[in-house]
């Protein structure tokens, strides 16, 4: 008896459209899976994108301040060798050098018979 009743509803043909109308249609369905894919990979590179975009921006930005920094200690840097060929320059000169042996070390010029050229 239940297979009259299940036979009879099965050949129904209203509810045989019914069914066929509710079925979601699966060859369609893979195109909007495929779009939907193909936009949320597109969105993941724009992404990633604009974070390698936003990395380069900020390396420059280091990188501008290390140049700064370097550019600031070059300058010290010269002016210090500046001071210090002026400070060499003056504690070799002839004239500091002799006043120093005179008083220093009791050194004086030597005398006629003292110096001897050799051939």
């Known amino acids: 008896m239940k297979t009259k009743t299940a036979n009879a509803v099965s050949m129904n043909p209203r509810r045989v459209a019914v069914a066929k109308a509710e079925r979601p249609d ?3 369905g893979g195109k909007g899976r495929r779009h939907l894919l193909g936009l949320c990979t597109m969105g993941f590179c724009l992404f990633i994108l604009g974070l390698v975009h936003v990395w ?3 390396q420059v930005v280091h990188m501008g301040y290390v140049l700064s920094t370097t550019a600031k ?3 010290r ?3 210090e060798n500046r001071e210090l060929k002026v400070e060499l ?3 070799t000169s002839p004239d ?3 006043a120093m042996a005179r008083k220093r070390l009791g050194l004086m010029p030597p005398e006629k018979g003292q110096v001897i050229i050799l051939p």
């Open 77 to 79: 840097l010269e002016q």
């Open 96 to 98: 500091r050098l002799e």
């Open 73 to 75: 200690l070059q300058g």
């Open 89 to 91: 320059a003056t504690l």
């Open 56 to 58: 380069l921006r900020l």
């Open 26 to 28: 699966r060859r369609g």
